[in-house]
């Protein structure tokens, strides 16, 4: 009997529409999505999104850097993406005169724009199934790394085959745990520069403290474009390189949005887990999460005291503290959704009703009965090693001084090898010297040394002496516990704290200086540290993710036997997908509604002149007083600033255009809510919701407050 109001309540979830989980991919849209979408309020086709015979609007999109999205919005090559997509950059353009960090940035003219070395945007050209071809050869028996390399080989393939004769790139990447393999290729363009971001009173509005929450203020844009050569192909940086003309750039809607509204979400999620068993989602919000959360924690109390404390903290620092404020914030909401939700026990009733399938045929019996014990059992065996990784890797390995020292270790290597020539060490450390002064630009001695102590206090004091390299056990009994006194002679010792003395060191280095390295204190540190995670740690985990990766391959194909008539959407991979759902608010706890949207008022409300994350912008004060919104005002006469939708997004997905029913711009999606953090392992349609920033407050911002009517003259506005 409760079989089959399982099977019941499984097969009619699965046919009842879509409440917002998935993130799809573009050629299947058709086959899988379209129906639904339309019927969700779409009126464009499936073929305006993703099409390889005439230009769509995936031509409009691309990832940017390493992990966001960007999209195009005018015929110049103009692109949009989060302020905290392009922080780094701005950052480096930042100094005491210009901090533009603080202030803000806008060109003035195409000649203005500020050139971003190393900074790259990809399009996706097209991409296939090329399921079979990938696994050409592959058979049951082999092992992982057999398995791997027959797949690289035949990969070779066909990616050699897909850019013939073209400037593109490709590669074969699998999807749904390595049951699919789709063949993806690619465009990159080098030269983007930076024409402008508001001031982080704006766009970095709230701060850490409402980072991941909602209701939000963030203005979180910056302007880039990208430069192409005379034919309008990819190349590195030149001054003649001209704006890129694109195949499709966005219209940009003034219309604004409505709850119930279509939208969708065009862009490039990093990583998801959504198909793993329950040992796997306890292991993450469980040991993980918590041992980084702590380690992370304590970072930020240094560095954020500092940052307060002086304005070249802030701006050496606060690139980094917003990368570890994100995760450290993201991994305690993550753990705590997870745990409302009840994910574990919901995975453990999802797996004790797989098993009973299992179990009711031999073949499947076969195939797939002994799965879920191994995977408890390898499990069980892997917790206390990772958690010894992620206590060295959150602890001692992110103390600044110890990667630096540690980035000598290929000099230290080669100046012993009688193979490698003089010239060649001489020009390793030329290569280690032009870095110098790039490194020590955001680096405080004193917050690295407070932080050492602190983290070293945790590692020492908390960590399992059973995974731990000897070095630690031996100064911390030398030390006596007294981690400050640990850090200052490290901090007075080592040569790698001093801009000065690593350059006089470099300066006159000849390879018999490489005894120096090996006897400075950070170095002995970080070789021991990384000695030891390579001999103890490193095959263990390679081990446990190869038992784990095949394990998850069966595991999936299996789930998707036992749920035929659902719809499986593949994890996030960074691969172009699309996300839909609806303009919606939520109840985040009892008694509590929250709106869908929220307007200048609250900015306002959150002013607080003595918080740095709070303080608002004069001249935007100036534009709510006289209620000057130009064309940028909602229809109710407010300033709406950003909206949340049911778009399952993750990661990756900040700065990708968030559309509605005619494909128009109607925001940049730049975040999640507090509640559905939990959204990578497991979606909740009641609290998931991402945070879009309504395109009409970006372009106010750039009209009104910045000035900077030039931008928006050259997009297309839909009214
Ligand atoms: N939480 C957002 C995402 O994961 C934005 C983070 C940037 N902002 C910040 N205050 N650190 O990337
Ligand atoms: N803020 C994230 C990003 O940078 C988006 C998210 O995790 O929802 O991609």
């Not at 005491?96 to 945007?121: C, K, M, R």
């Not at 701060?207 to 939000?216: E, I």
């Not at 240094?302 to 606060?318: F, G, H, K, T």
């Not at 870095?435 to 040394?449: A, E, L, Q, T």
Request: proline residues 4%; negative net charge; hydrophobic residues 40%.
């Amino acid at each position: 009997m409760k079989k089959t109001i399982f099977f019941l309540t499984f097969f009619l979830l699965s046919l009842i529409v879509h409440a917002g989980e998935g993130m799809w991919l573009p050629i299947l849209l058709q086959q899988l999505n379209e129906k639904e979408m339309r019927a969700m309020g779409m009126r464009i086709t499936a073929d305006d999104i993703y099409s390889i015979n005439h230009s769509s609007l995936k031509d409009a999109i691309v990832l940017f850097g390493g992990g966001c999205t960007g999209e195009i919005v005018s015929g110049q090559g103009l692109l949009l993406t989060n302020h905290h997509c392009g922080y780094g950059n701005i950052q480096r353009h930042s100094s005491l005169e210009h901090d533009y960090l603080t202030d803000g940035f806008w060109a003035q003219s195409f000649a203005e724009e500020l050139p971003n070395p190393g900074l790259s945007v990809t399009f996706l050209v097209r991409m296939q199934d090329v399921t079979t071809s990938a696994l050409n050869n592959v058979t049951p028996r082999m092992n992982e790394s057999q398995r791997d390399s027959v797949i690289a080989a035949n990969s070779k393939i066909i990616v050699n085959e897909a850019v013939k004769g073209t400037h593109y790139k490709a590669s074969v990447r699998p999807f749904f745990a390595g049951n699919q393999y789709y063949l993806l290729v690619t465009e990159t363009f080098n030269d983007i520069r930076l024409v402008g971001a508001p001031p982080s009173n704006i766009g970095k509005f709230g701060g850490d403290t409402d980072n991941w929450m909602w209701p939000r203020h963030t203005g979180d844009f910056s302007v880039f474009r990208i430069y192409a050569d005379k034919n309008n192909n990819p190349a590195d940086y030149s001054k003649d390189n001209v704006p890129y003309t694109p195949k499709k750039y966005l219209n940009v809607s003034l219309k604004g949005v409505s709850e119930g509204d279509f939208t969708f979400v065009y862009g490039f999620p990093g990583t998801t887990q959504e198909y793993l068993p329950a040992a796997a989602v306890d292991m993450v919000a469980n040991h993980k999460n918590p041992i980084a959360i702590g380690l992370r924690q304590q970072r930020l109390d240094v560095i954020n005291q500092a940052m307060e404390q002086d304005r070249l903290v802030r701006i050496q620092y606060s690139a980094k503290a917003a990368g570890i404020a994100n995760f450290w914030k993201k991994m305690i909401g993550e753990s705590r959704g997870i745990k409302r939700l009840d994910a574990v026990d919901k995975k453990l009733a999802f797996e004790n009703d797989f098993s009973q399938w299992v179990a009711a045929d031999p073949y499947r019996e076969a195939a797939y009965g002994k799965l879920l014990a191994e995977y408890n059992h390898i499990y069980t065996d892997f917790i206390p090693k990772n958690n010894a990784y992620n206590y060295l890797t959150e602890g001692p390995l992110s103390i600044e001084l110890i990667r630096y020292a540690y980035s000598f270790n290929k000099l230290v290597q080669q100046s012993s090898q009688q193979n490698v020539t003089d010239s060649a060490v001489n020009a390793l450390a030329k290569q280690l010297h032009a870095g110098v002064d790039g490194y020590f630009k955001n680096y405080d001695i004193n917050v690295d040394r407070k932080i050492f102590a602190a983290l070293m206090n945790t590692y020492c004091e908390k960590a399992d002496a059973e995974y731990m390299p000897a070095i630690y056990k031996e100064l911390k009994a030398s030390y006596n516990g007294d981690y400050e006194k640990w850090a200052d002679d490290v901090f007075d010792r080592s040569i790698f704290a001093s801009a000065e003395k690593v350059k006089a060191f470099l300066e006159k280095y000849s390879r018999k200086d490489a005894k120096k390295i090996l006897k400075d204190p950070a170095f002995q540190l970080a070789a021991a540290t990384y000695a030891y995670v390579q001999l103890n740690l490193s095959k263990e985990l390679g081990r446990f993710y190869d038992v784990t990766d095949s394990l998850q391959r069966i595991y999936m194909k299996a789930q998707m036997e036992f749920l035929p008539k659902k719809q499986f959407y593949p994890d996030a991979n960074s691969t172009l997908r699309v996300a839909y759902g609806k303009v919606k608010g939520y109840e985040p706890a009892d008694a509590v509604e929250y709106n869908w949207f929220s307007t200048l008022d609250g900015i306002i409300q959150k002013e607080n002149p003595e918080i740095y994350d709070y303080v608002v912008d004069p001249r935007l004060k100036e534009l709510y007083r006289t209620k000057d919104y130009g064309p940028y005002g909602d229809r109710d006469s407010s300033m709406h600033v950003t909206f949340i939708a049911t778009n399952h997004t993750t990661g990756g997905n900040s700065g990708s255009p968030v559309l509605d029913a005619d494909g128009n711009l109607i925001g940049i999606n730049f975040d999640r809510c507090w509640e559905g953090t939990m959204s990578d392992l497991m979606y909740d349609p009641d609290q998931c919701r991402n945070i879009t920033l309504d395109i009409r407050y970006c372009l106010f911002v750039i009209d009104k407050v910045a000035g900077a009517k030039r931008l928006v003259e050259e997009m297309n506005l839909i009214n």
